[in-house]
């Protein structure tokens, strides 16, 4: 971490501590010039990536699975070819 008074690269932390989101803050002290600077350590979330048929990534996106399992539940109700009547295929879903 590059000191933000003169950009010297190497400090010392002096003082760190956890803060109330999970991450830690540090107290650094700049080797060179000696001026105190503060820090803030957090953990990366790591976004969940949906590789797709075609081989395209997209970022995981909840409420597509919902549209999903929707749309593969009303076309389950209406295009079942077994039953004699989509309705009682609805039936079967309640009951
Ligand atoms: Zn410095």
Do not use: H
């Not at 000696?34 to 395209?56: A, M, N």
């Amino acid at each position: 971490m590059k000191c933000p008074a003169c950009g010297f690269a190497d400090s010392k932390v002096i003082d760190s501590r956890p803060t109330d989101n999970g991450g830690i803050r540090r107290r650094r002290e700049c080797l060179k010039c000696l001026r105190r600077f503060t820090t803030y350590e957090v953990v990366e979330s790591l976004p969940i990536i949906v590789v797709k048929r075609d081989g395209s990534r997209q970022n995981f996106d909840k409420s597509k699975i919902l549209q999903g399992q929707v749309w593969r539940l009303f076309s389950w109700v209406f295009t079942d070819t077994l039953s004699i009547n989509p309705l009682l295929n609805i039936l079967f879903l309640y009951f």
